[in-house]
């Protein structure tokens, strides 16, 4: 019996993200000045659907003292493609994607309705116009996410961070929110080069142990740092340090 009411509490869960999906798809066809306004919250919800379609449960860590500040610039380690929902979930957030996510179906149509921004890896045009458009996302108000590896590299760190999160920071003068996070089972969640998204959602799916901890840590404020050489080498040093401390 316990398996068939999982089995049957799955399947309502997958039936409400579809209609809820369908809906923000058509939502998304609403002019920019209304989605601004009801699209964000709706957003955050649509992504904690998923996450719950999905089954995963997320464990969130307040490692920091005190308040978070109100704005700020998320950064997070990317070893699965389920950071693009998760981290949305927990924090409202304006997210760097790659351009390709547009062309996702369904969910490239919300991604830009959300505020996504996008970024082409391998035009210098196209990362120049990103690092602008970041500056500009914050200098407006928005918290925004994104992933200093530059995409996802596996499960563990990659050997650098690039400097788009930490040239927006010294900009702006926001600081660096950092959220380091694992997953218990992870070759199930890490994303192999090659491998589709639908065989990754699966994989998801079926995992023996569907627990995520999302770490968050004090934020880092730009003003201790003379450069963003300086800023991405000491930030990239704590990343390696939890990564000693919850993964080895």
């Known amino acids: ?15 409400d993200l579809a209609l809820f999906t369908l809906a923000m798809v058509a939502l998304s066809l609403l002019p920019a000045q209304w989605l601004k306004v009801i699209y964000p919250s709706l957003f955050q919800s649509w992504c904690r659907c998923f996450i719950r379609a999905l089954g995963v449960q997320l464990r969130l860590h307040q490692h920091y003292q005190g308040q978070l500040p109100e704005h700020y610039i998320l950064i997070a380690n990317h070893p699965s493609a389920l950071e693009d929902v998760g981290i949305p979930a927990l924090f409202r957030v304006r997210s760097l994607a790659k351009v390709e996510v547009k062309t996702w179906f369904l969910v490239g149509k919300i991604a830009q309705a959300a505020g996504t921004l996008f970024v082409e890896r391998e035009s210098k045009d196209s990362r120049q116009a990103a690092q602008q458009a970041l500056i500009d996302a ?105 990564q000693q401390r919850f993964l080895d």
């Open 1 to 15: 019996m316990i398996p068939l009411c999982r089995l049957f509490v799955r399947c309502i869960a997958w039936l």
């Open 138 to 242: 914050v200098n407006s108000g928005d918290n925004i996410a994104l992933y200093p590896e530059g995409g996802c590299k596996g499960r563990r760190i990659a050997p650098r961070f690039l400097f788009g999160a930490f040239a927006t920071s010294l900009a702006t003068g926001v600081p660096i929110l950092p959220v380091f996070l694992h997953h218990e089972a992870q070759a199930q969640f890490e994303w192999q080069a090659g491998e589709h998204l639908l065989t990754k959602i699966w994989l998801m799916i079926t995992t023996p142990n569907p627990v995520v901890h999302y770490h968050v840590f004090d934020p880092i404020q730009a003003q201790q740092f003379s450069d963003k050489e300086q800023y991405n080498q000491a930030v990239y040093a704590q990343y390696l340090a939890w």
